[in-house]
T-cell receptor, first 117, second 109 residues
Framework: ETGVTQTPRHLVMGMTNKKSLKCEQH?????MYWYKQSAKKPLELMFV???????ENNSVPSRFSPECPNSSHLFLHLHTLQPEDSALYLC????????????????FGPGTRLTVL | GQNIDQPTEMTATEGAIVQINCTYQ??????LFWYQQHAGEAPTFLSY??LDGLEEKGRFSSFLSRSKGYSYLLLKELQMKDSASYLC??????????WGAGTKLIIKP
């Protein structure tokens, strides 16, 4: 148990559906992250929240919409996705996301396996 | 551009030793991480190097050479449970984590 939970673990959706992924961390961390993991590709950082404010958005399509209501919860809202969005979506948290914090170990949740039909 | 290179897949025998290499070209360097990820599970932290040299932690060791842009993860006395993907990640000058694609390690009896 890493202290980061994600629901659902598996999700199958059509291109016209709207769904949300949920992440919760019980570690008292101040930063949370969404990653996309596709087979044989590096982890792709999608969004970073530090102290509940979005600090990075790495050119992610608008069909992905993050929400961070408090420092323990992070959501990823999905709508009108494409089949190429099928992947494992990982949530992570770290104590901080401040510049100068080179040792910033990230703790990952188990991921949501998303399939878009 | 920024790049992390590591082999796609490696195979080793139970009880043996295996070395997984990682080379990087990044804009600046502020540390290198190794993570382990079993199939269908979350990546978990293994090691962190920021200075040159070898860090040993039980059966696992990690080495760093900043001048060569090179690191390796050394796994000794391999066990079947070590079958997993091993991810190398570098913190760049902007303190962003740049990830490699991972090395899938297969352990055979």
């Amino acid at each position: 148990e890493t202290g980061v939970t994600q629901t659902p673990r598996h999700l199958v959706m059509g291109m016209t559906n709207k769904k949300s992924l949920k992440c919760e961390q019980h570690l008292g961390h101040n930063a949370m992250y969404w990653y996309k993991q596709s087979a044989k590709k590096p982890l792709e950082l999608m969004f970073v929240y530090s102290l509940e404010e979005r600090v990075e958005n790495n050119s992610v399509p608008s069909r992905f919409s993050p929400e961070c209501p408090n420092s323990s919860h992070l959501f990823l809202h999905l709508h009108t996705l494409q089949p190429e969005d099928s992947a494992l979506y990982l949530c992570a948290s770290s104590p901080t996301h401040e510049a100068g914090s080179s040792y910033n170990e990230q703790f990952f949740g188990p991921g949501t396996r998303l399939t878009v039909l | 551009g920024q790049n992390i290179d590591q082999p796609t897949e490696m195979t080793a025998t139970e009880g043996a030793i295996v070395q997984i290499n990682c080379t990087y070209q990044t804009s600046g360097f502020n540390g290198l991480f190794w993570y382990q990820q079993h199939a269908g599970e979350a990546p978990t932290f293994l090691s962190y190097n920021v200075l040159d040299g070898l860090e040993e932690k039980g059966r696992f060791s990690s080495f760093l050479s900043r001048s060569k842009g090179y690191s390796y993860l050394l796994l000794k006395e391999l066990q079947m449970k070590d079958s997993a993907s091993y991810l190398c990640a570098v913190t760049d000058s902007n303190y962003q984590l740049i990830w490699g694609a991972g090395t899938k390690l297969i352990i055979k009896p």
